[in-house]
C-alpha cells in the first residue's frame, strides 16, 4: 500500500535542507512549475499557497472588481465563492447539472447580468460539464465574460478534446491541499496561456514587485508565495501522479461494478478516457442511517457539500433542486488511492447487506 508521504519525500527533503537550500520559493518552486505546466501542457504556471487564494489572485489578473458579479456553482467547496467575496465581488449562485454537479449553462444564461464579469467553472470531482467545455467557451466570448476554471479537482482530468481541465479559460487553478490526488500540505497553482495575465499574477502575489527581489513597486500586491521546501515534496508527489490517476479510475470501476445492482445509491458518471475521480461521490437513499450502518463496520464517509445558499455564512434566496438535492442524498464513499481491491469489495458488500435489511 502506498503511503501519501513516503520515504521518497522524507529522503528528498532531507537533502534539500542539508544543501543550504533557500526554503522560501525560489528554485525548487520553478522546476515544479515547470513539471505541472508541462503536465497541463499550458504555457505558464505560478505557484502559489493555497487554491482559493490563487483564485483571488485570479480573479484580480483578470480585472474583477469590488461590486462586479460573479457566477459560481451552488455545488461546490465554499473556498470558489469566497474567493471572489474576499476582493467584494459578488458571487452569483447557480444550479449544476444533474449528471455532472458542474455549472448547468442555461441556468447561467439565465444568471447574467451586465455586473457579471466572469464565469467560474468548478469541474466538480475532475468532470466537465455535458454540454462540453467549448459551449461555455462561446458563452463566454459572446458575452464578454471571463471563464475562470476552478479545477481544484481536477489535476489528472482532460476534456475529449485532450485539452488538460483548466486549460481551457483565461486561466485556470488548482490546489494541493490534503488530501488532493497529489498534495503539498497545503498549495496551489495557476495555469494560463495568457502572457500578461502570467505576468500580473508573479506580480500580485509578490507585493507587486516590478521585478524579482526588488523594492520598486507600480503596483499593488501581496505575499501568496510557496516555499522551496513544499516544492520539493511536490516534486516527489508529481512523480507519483501517473500512477494515482490509474488507480482513482480502478477503484471508481471496481466501485461502480461493485454497486451496479443496488438501485438505492447511485455514482456519478465518469468518463475514465478522459477524467479522474479524486473521490467517490454517490447519491443514495436514507443517507443518515447508510453513514452510521458503515460506521458500525469501521467505514468512514463524508457528506457531499451542502447547497451554498444555504450554508449560514451565504444565506441566499434561490432555488437549486439539483445542489438541494446533493445536501440531502450526496455521500462520499471511501476512495484513497490506498484503498486496496478487497476493501472495496468490502465496502461494496456492506452497502448491498444494509439496502437488503
Ligand atoms: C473546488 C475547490 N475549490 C477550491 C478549493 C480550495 O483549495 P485550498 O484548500 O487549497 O485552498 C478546494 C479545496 O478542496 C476545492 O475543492
Redesign the pocket.
Known sequence: MEPWFGEEEAQAVAAYMRSGGWVTEFKKTADLEKGIAAYTRAKHCIMTN???IS?TLAALAVGIKAGDDVIVPNY??I??PNSVLMIGANPVMVDVEPSTLCLDIEKVKAALTPKTTAIML?AANGRYPDVGIEAFEKLARERGVVLIE?S??GLGSSYPDGRHVGTAGLVGSF???MPKIISTG???CLVTNDDCVAKRLRKLKDFGRSGGGNDIHDTIGWNFKFTDVQAVIGLEQMKKLAWRVERKKAIWRAYEKGLRTVNAIRLFRHDLECTSPWFIDSVCEDRDNLIQYLKSRGIGTRVMYPPINHQVAYQRPGVHPVSDDIGVRGLWLPSASQLTDDQVARICGEIHAFYST
Open positions: 493555497n487554491g482559493t483564485l461546490t467547496m473556498a470558489s468548478v476552478d481544484a479537482q490546489s494541493f491541499s497545503q498549495g496551489g
